[in-house]
């Protein structure tokens, strides 16, 4: 018994090991690796149980899983951190005059198919209530939705309680001329200047930047919404059959169909093939790797060219230990690793939970007070705040 153990713990550290080069391997040159870096929370789990078993059982077999887990240090970090402040790091920061506040948050179309209740109007108001109470500076938001019809409304209503009047949006899609999905930043600040970044494949990903004056300086913002996975309604459900993600309203991806839909809900296990599923799914999240892995190199170019100093937040869909946010992170200061605490999950589904939602930004700022807000569910995301000073 003891030895299949030991065989199962070489296996699940070299594993683990796989997983670490995910985020310096693009999956367009081998795609596979990037499955390993998916699984990186679990295989790090499975890690320290071995760790725990051999120290129980008095072996030194306990060394194998703690030499692997400590050459990944620095993943770690990136999903669980502390961050300590000294009292007089915190009153210098209080009291600096440019200092600004930012929040990005995924509103997943403000609930418009009903994934959160029946009742999509009441959850909508009630994320415009949030973030009127939140009143960041410069808010970012990804799957934003706008009705000119006036039936669903969003952004003229936000433009009546906001402080942050100022706004870029662009949209990915349209539908017969008055309905629009896409992406939003606001700001109290003027903005100066309006963009996007080029993809060069067309999909319904985008990736925004907005040039805002604050005092005499004027930085870049840039906005993105990478590309998601796309499973439908039996690959969903197989997930949670096995136990991975919450109930059906929180579990849709919301550029698919309807979210509480009797579709969704008739679906028995006879409709479930688990290898012609297991295998779709598979595909699926290739497709998704490859096209991140584009999206952030572009972006990551984009960004290198900025005449400003930026910041660059959103919706990556990918984890702390992919290519894309290697990529993304490259010279840059992941403002969760900074100055955050706790566990950096910013999915709100049930297991497994991931942290795909991000605020990165250049060395000329300093990130401050970073929060993942767990207290709101209204989205299939957390919303992101965090304070900056301009050095």
């Known amino acids: 018994m003891q030895k299949v153990i030991l065989i199962l713990n070489y296996l699940a550290a070299l594993c683990l090991l796989i997983s670490y080069l995910a985020s310096f391997i693009s999956p367009e040159l081998f795609w596979p690796v990037a499955f390993f870096g998916l699984l990186y929370p679990g295989l790090l789990l499975a890690n320290i149980a071995f760790v725990i078993y051999w120290i129980l059982r008095r072996k030194k077999y306990v060394w194998i899983s703690i030499i692997f887990i400590a050459i990944g240090w620095t993943h770690h970090s990136r999903i669980l951190h502390w961050d300590k402040i000294s009292e007089s790091e915190e009153q210098e920061f209080a009291s600096a005059e440019n200092r600004f506040k930012l929040m990005s948050y995924n509103v997943r179309l403000f609930d418009l198919y009903n994934w959160r209740s029946d009742k999509n109007k009441v959850t909508r108001d009630k994320i415009f209530d949030f973030i009127n109470a939140e009143s960041a500076d410069v808010l970012l938001l990804q799957e934003f939705f706008v009705d000119d019809t006036k039936y669903f409304r969003t952004l003229d209503t936000m433009l009546l309680f906001l402080e942050a009047r100022n706004y870029h949006v662009e949209y990915t899609t349209s539908l017969r001329g008055n309905n629009h999905w896409g992406i939003a930043t606001f700001s109290v600040f003027p903005i100066v200047n309006r963009g996007k970044v080029e993809f060069s494949e067309k999909s319904n990903n985008i990736c925004i930047y907005t040039d805002i004056l604050i005092n005499t300086?004027?930085?870049?913002?840039?906005?993105?919404?990478?590309?998601?996975?796309?499973?439908?309604?039996?690959?969903?459900?197989?997930?949670?059959?096995?136990?991975?993600?919450?109930?059906?309203?929180?579990?849709?991806?919301?550029?698919?169909?309807?979210?509480?839909?009797?579709?969704?809900?008739?679906?028995?296990?006879?409709?479930?093939?688990?290898?012609?599923?297991?295998?779709?799914?598979?595909?699926?999240?290739?497709?998704?790797?490859?096209k991140r892995a584009r999206q952030a190199e572009q972006i990551a170019e984009h960004m290198g060219q900025s005449p400003y100093k930026n910041i660059h937040a959103g919706d990556f869909n990918d984890t702390p230990t992919s290519y894309a946010y290697s990529k993304l992170v490259e010279n840059r200061v992941d403002a969760f690793v900074n100055s955050g605490s706790g566990i950096g999950s910013t999915y709100s589904g049930k297991l497994p939970s991931y942290r795909i939602d991000y605020i990165l930004h250049d060395k000329s700022f300093q990130s401050h007070d970073f929060q993942t807000i767990i207290s709101n569910e209204l989205s299939d995301h957390y919303p992101l705040s965090c304070w900056f000073t301009i050095k």
Do not use: C, P, W
């Open 217 to 290: 300086d004027t930085i870049r913002v840039y906005n993105s919404h990478l590309a998601s996975i796309h499973f439908n309604y039996e690959e969903y459900d197989l997930i949670q059959k096995m136990g991975g993600v919450g109930n059906d309203a929180q579990s849709r991806d919301s550029s698919g169909k309807l979210g509480n839909s009797q579709q969704i809900k008739d679906i028995s296990d006879d409709d479930v093939s688990f290898i012609d599923v297991s295998l779709k799914m598979i595909e699926r999240l290739k497709i998704a790797f490859k």
